[in-house]
């Protein structure tokens, strides 16, 4: 199987086509590091080849990165030392590079080279800008569609094929920041304009065939290969550059609070690498990217964040046996914010959307807020009033139920009460066709039983967005007791055309997010009665890489919000509910007018703009500090293990079916400590043996409530990791 092919024309150019066959993109791979280092030799030792350019022959883009497979071979076949492996690995790649770089120049004086440019026609990520970065000249194609960057950081390691040193000697460390440190990928103008890429031309191949042809030999000695070459802003020895190594190191862990370890690595990799020559620098990216590499965190974030999550996007849980069920038509129940978004994402996907309220007025207020949201794209340049007028086109408000004839899907996001959902779908059922599919976006009120007013109860399913519906990535797909396959495929087609990760659970109280996340709330809520700071509570989770802490999300999410779910669930529940001095704060907050960021006045005072001031010192008259405050660790771990035993026992009892939608729906529900890889995969980090001890313990200091599951207590004694014992196929945890 080819996957670099070497072309020469009567010019003196060798062409170097990379074009994967079987992908739609192309992923680097041993086979092909080795082709692509057998082109370069042949082209550099061929007197007759005057420069070289290298391509893709994949349309629209150039290389999506790397085949990521690639590091765990090189950890086996290091057998005893994997380090060593990775080291070894890494240090090829970066010589098969400087040899591009170098272009057959004498070592010393830098001449006797040949020019070498690379011709991107749309996407360069990863690898795929890795290697344009040590050619000579990076030519773009005039593609609207493309992006360019290196975002390897958003899956837990940094670029360390060379992409690191040469990004930061090209334009500088401060103007490097967006694309190493968050993972920012950016359309050829804006590339342009960064320093990131050097042309943009209609035909880049031309471009770059007729820059080889007359380039002069100063064109191709890169920066920090010629003499005299400084950093641009300063290395870190000078005035200017130790201020923006200064910044950066705040910046980092200030976004961090030191939770992921490979942004600390990276800018260990670009500190130390700007103390020494090129050569040396490459040695010091290498070692820092081996490092990261060893950790389980990477491991985990790459397992979850990548693979799992692509496998997920691509159907890896669809029916396999069902049809294509994408959405030609979908009516969308209620314009409030959820159904508003819901309608918004729909449009953008080229469906037609029949938004229906209770009169026009309302519907056309729910319509509006995709209006604004194009309205807003517009002034950003991301939108044309053309694109802006098609969308509105596909979105027809009104009260009119009969205008849902016709449409394949049914997403009802009405009011959250059993009985107006009831009465709505017997409605909506009398008018729609009879293949149709109907699903609930409820939040907490499980499926199976708002599928008794369903004449059609297979065709009954649970859709849950997560709010605001156009930002969050996550949807989840909850199955009655009488779901069938084909509502199931539908849910998962329609996500997948909307350009969300699905996951599917089977239907119980809370289903699978709102299951995990109350109970990382209500421990932060019961330590603030035990007279735990509130500050050390939210700060004690950010460090553990959450985006917020279980106090502000609450105040976020509103207090009355967790006060009606505690009564419902109370009723629900009967004696069998838990009493939490949780509820009495909550319920007190309520009764104050205390509600949360929408009123102003929550466990946070915030100004007249609404903005938050700092914690309600108002909580203290009732809930005094406590003299003694627990150790960081210790609150860190309640408040893991709050949630994680709610993900196994989701396992054991079978509302999770695949483990790695445990791991994936967590991280992008509600920012489980993306570090981690998501509950399951921390547990395996921490191990179960002592996950099991530490339950144990915390249960004899704090309650029931953290009980090691059977499960777990049967791993534990097994010395067994979820990912050793379930597969990624397992249907459910036996």
């Not at 240090?91 to 070498?116: C, F, Q, T, V």
């Not at 790459?302 to 069902?322: M, Q, Y």
């Not at 939040?443 to 859709?463: C, H, M, N, V, Y």
């Not at 609150?635 to 445990?662: K, S, T, W």
Request: net charge negative.
């Amino acid at each position: 199987m080819t996957e670099f092919t070497l072309s020469k024309d009567a010019d003196g150019v060798a062409t170097i086509t990379w074009d994967v066959p079987g992908k739609t993109m192309n992923v680097m791979s041993f086979d092909g590091l080795m082709e692509l280092e057998a082109a370069i030799d042949d082209a550099l030792a061929d007197d007759a080849v005057k420069g070289i350019v290298i391509t893709s022959g994949k349309e629209g883009s150039f290389a999506g990165g790397m085949d990521l497979n690639l590091l765990a071979v090189m950890k086996e076949e290091a057998g005893d030392d994997p380090a060593r492996g990775v080291f070894d690995g890494i240090m090829k790649m970066h010589a098969l590079l400087r040899k591009i770089e170098l272009a057959g120049m004498d070592p010393k004086s830098k001449k006797g080279g040949k020019p070498i440019a690379t011709a991107l026609p749309g996407t360069a990520a990863g690898i795929g800008m890795e290697l344009p970065l040590s050619t000579h000249r990076i030519f773009a194609a005039e593609n609207p569609k493309a992006k360019y960057g290196l975002p390897e950081i958003l899956i837990g390691i940094f670029p360390g094929a060379g992409g690191t040193t040469r990004m930061v000697r090209k334009v500088g460390a401060i103007a490097a920041a967006p694309l190493l440190l968050e993972g920012k990928m950016l359309d050829a103008k804006k590339a342009k304009s960064a320093g990131y890429i050097d042309e943009i031309a209609a035909d880049p191949v031309a471009a770059a065939k007729e820059w080889v042809l007359n380039a002069k030999p100063a064109d191709l000695v890169k920066p920090w290969d010629a003499k005299g070459y400084k950093m641009p802003g300063g290395a870190p020895y000078h005035p200017a550059g130790f201020m923006n190594f200064v910044g950066a190191s705040a910046m980092i862990n200030g976004k961090t609070q030191g939770a992921f370890p490979a942004a600390k690595a990276l800018l260990s990799a670009v500190y130390e690498g700007a103390l020494v020559d090129f050569d040396t620098a490459l040695k010091i990216e290498a070692r820092w990217f081996t490092s990261v590499i060893m950790n389980p965190s990477s491991g985990a974030m790459i397992r979850s964040l990548f693979l799992n999550k692509e496998a997920l996007e691509k159907g890896a849980v669809r029916p396999k046996d069902v049809p294509d069920q994408r959405v030609k038509k979908l009516g969308v129940l209620g314009a409030g914010m959820m159904g508003a978004g819901i309608a918004l994402v729909s449009a953008q996907a080229g469906m037609e959307v029949v938004l229906v309220d209770r009169d026009q007025a309302a519907a056309d207020k729910g319509k509006a807020y995709t209006e604004a949201y194009l309205d807003k794209g517009i002034k950003r340049g991301k939108v044309t009033a053309e694109k802006k007028e098609a969308m509105l086109g596909l979105i027809n408000a009104t009260p009119d139920l009969d205008a849902l004839k016709g449409c394949d899907l049914i997403i009802e996001a009405v009011f959250e009460d059993p009985a107006v959902k009831a009465e709505m779908t017997q409605k909506v059922e009398a008018i729609i066709p009879e293949d149709c599919i109907f699903a609930s976006n409820t939040s907490t009120l499980p499926i199976t039983d708002l599928a008794k007013a369903s004449s059609r109860p297979e065709q009954f399913i649970g859709i849950h967005f997560f709010s605001p519906v156009e930002k969050m990535l996550l949807v989840e797909i909850i199955k009655g007791k009488e779901t069938g396959d084909r509502a199931v495929a539908k849910a998962l087609d329609y996500v997948r055309q909307i350009r969300k990760t699905p996951i599917v659970v089977n239907d119980a109280r809370f289903f699978y997010a709102n299951r995990c996340i109350i109970p990382y709330i209500n421990e932060g809520l019961r330590m603030i009665t035990e007279g735990v700071s509130p500050v050390l509570i939210d700060n004690a989770a950010r460090q553990l890489g959450f985006p917020v802490g279980p106090i502000q999300l609450n105040d976020e999410t509103s207090i009355d919000l967790g006060a009606k779910i505690a009564r419902a669930t109370k009723a629900a529940m009967g004696d069998a509910y838990p009493d939490s001095p949780a509820d009495d704060l909550i319920f007190w907050m309520e009764d104050l007018g205390r509600l949360g960021r929408k009123s102003n006045a929550g466990f946070f005072d915030y100004d007249e703009k609404g903005k938050r001031v700092e914690y309600w010192k108002g909580m203290q008259e009732k809930y005094p500090l406590a003299e003694d405050q627990p150790d960081l660790i210790e609150v860190q771990e309640r408040l893991m293990f709050a949630q994680v035993l709610e993900a196994v026992r989701a396992l054991e009892e079978g509302v999770l079916m695949d483990i790695r939608e445990g791991d994936v729906g967590a991280i992008l529900a509600w920012g489980f400590a993306p570090w981690s890889g998501g509950p399951l995969s921390w547990l395996d980090i921490i191990g179960t043996p002592y996950a099991a001890e530490r339950c144990d313990q915390l249960t004899e200091a704090y309650g029931e409530r953290f009980t090691c599951p059977a499960l777990l207590r049967e791993m534990a004694e097994k010395g067994q990791t979820f990912y050793g014992r379930f597969n990624p196929d397992a249907a459910a945890a036996a």
